[in-house]
């Protein structure tokens, strides 16, 4: 037993509301959104985020000042605090490879999340062809539409080593990198597909013989890690037949996705609040194998109860997409489907999806993932950059805006 005037420590299995001392339905209206079979209850603010952000800003100002005042009658201290928040949140990497990354960010509000979001598709700044010098086309591509697929191409260059450029600097070896194509397709040959000729040139320097149009004052050797170059060699740019041929020079500088979604680093960036499956009431029988075949993701399991008895149990909550169908029908009243305020599952991917627009009046062939967006956080980066070091590089964006706003404030 505890000494008297002290507190005993936490139980880690006790549930949060026993602690907060108020019951159990509130404390779910407090901390998780229900999804009912028609729609959606105790959303708040979050219904609002897909909307404009100064009302929602409002808006969750008003229900937040009139939760806490309910809460604080009940002993309860639902206020907002940096020392809450640096208790509270977490970041746990479920799984990271070359190609992806998928983490949950707990403790936090959905606005945390949808910034990083934002920022990862429009604000984290990437290399991409901008200009293009045309010596030689004789094939059926327009000069437009070859400029058009050599930007979208993901190249394999860090974009912390350039500094940006504006309209009015010179092409220099901090700002640019100059990558050369030359592919011709003799007369009487076959038909050939290029695509995986396209490489960095050595611009010449002053007084050099001059190996391309731009020509810089100081050699590129110095900022290399590694050669530049495309980050996969299967993309078709075109198919040549007898006696065609392209002879280009193209630019590639720095900036953002903002300015043009050929600059976005990401492929898909999404996020999405963490499910969560309740069972109200035991299913069992012939009923729970009924609801393992109507859920389209697996996330049920029968249990072997032992003398012919069995029942349903949630295996796998993650992969719930909240579609529904487990509550729809005469088991509905048993089950509960929730989202966790502050839970968000994160996610990135490697490849580039916005080449897939290409593949329907085009030969490109580049591997892709589509869009999605929903309340975890994944990230898909298309090459230049890890999606660990694109994450890092999103929070140090953040905290730079955040630096300015508190200036602009004092």
Same mark, same amino acid.
Request: proline share 4%; glycine share 6%.
């Given at each position: ?8 420590? *936490? ?14 339905? +509130? ?9 009912? !079979? ?52 977490? %970041? ?18 959905? $606005?945390? !999340?949808?910034?990083?979001?934002? &920022?990862? &598709? ?16 004789? $094939? ?16 394999? !260059? ?7 450029? $504006? ?13 050369? +194509? ?13 695509? $995986? ?25 110095? &900022? ?20 065609? !041929? ?15 979604? *050929? ?73 509960? +489907? ?6 968000? %599952?994160?996610?990135? +991917? ?46 140090? &964006? ?13």
């Amino acid at each position: 037993m505890p000494k008297k005037g002290t507190r005993s420590k *936490k139980d880690n299995n006790m549930p949060d509301w026993q602690e907060n001392n108020i019951p159990d339905y +509130l404390e779910v209206q407090r901390t998780r959104v229900v999804c009912n !079979a028609d729609a959606p209850i105790h959303v708040y603010i979050y219904m609002l985020l897909s909307f404009h952000v100064f009302a929602s800003v409002a808006y969750d100002h008003l229900l937040k000042v009139s939760n806490t005042r309910v809460l604080l009658l009940m002993g309860v201290d639902n206020s907002v605090s940096v020392d809450k928040f640096c208790k509270n949140f977490k %970041i746990d990497i479920k799984r990271l490879t070359e190609d992806d990354m998928e983490f949950d960010m707990i403790g936090v509000d959905a $606005s945390i !999340a949808n910034a990083f979001w934002r &920022i990862l &598709i429009a604000e984290v700044p990437t290399m991409a062809i901008e200009k293009i010098f045309m010596a030689d086309n004789t $094939s059926v591509i327009a000069y437009e539409v070859l400029s058009h697929r050599l930007g979208v191409i993901p190249l394999d !260059a860090d974009p912390r080593l350039f500094d940006h450029i $504006s309209e009015n600097d010179v092409p220099n070896e901090r700002n640019t990198i100059v990558y050369g +194509l030359h592919v011709s397709c003799e007369k009487g040959s076959q038909r050939i597909t290029e695509g $995986s000729q396209l490489s960095m040139a050595s611009p010449g320097q002053s007084g050099d013989k001059q190996k391309t149009f731009t020509s810089f004052g100081q050699s590129q050797k110095d &900022i290399l890690d590694k050669p530049f170059g495309v980050k996969f060699k299967d993309i078709t740019i075109a198919r040549l037949g007898p006696g065609q !041929a392209i002879e280009l020079e193209a630019h590639a500088i720095k900036g953002i996705g903002n300015v043009h979604a *050929k600059w976005s680093p990401v492929a898909t960036t999404w996020y999405r609040m963490l499910p969560e499956v309740v069972f109200l009431k035991q299913i069992e029988g012939d009923e729970a194998e009924e609801l393992v075949k109507k859920c389209p993701v697996n996330v049920f399991d029968i249990e072997d109860l032992g003398n012919g008895r069995k029942r349903a149990v949630v295996a796998k909550p993650r992969a719930c997409t909240l579609c529904r169908e487990c509550v729809m029908g005469p088991s509905g009243e048993k089950i509960q +489907l929730r989202r966790v305020r502050d839970h968000f %599952i994160l996610k990135c +991917l490697r490849y580039c999806a916005f080449i897939i627009a290409l593949n329907f009046h085009s030969n490109v062939l580049i591997r892709g993932v589509g869009y999605c967006f929903s309340l975890l956080v994944t990230i898909e980066s298309t090459g230049a950059l890890p999606p660990e070091v694109l994450f890092t590089e999103a929070v140090k &964006i953040l905290e730079e805006k955040c630096g300015k706003v508190i200036s602009e404030l004092s």
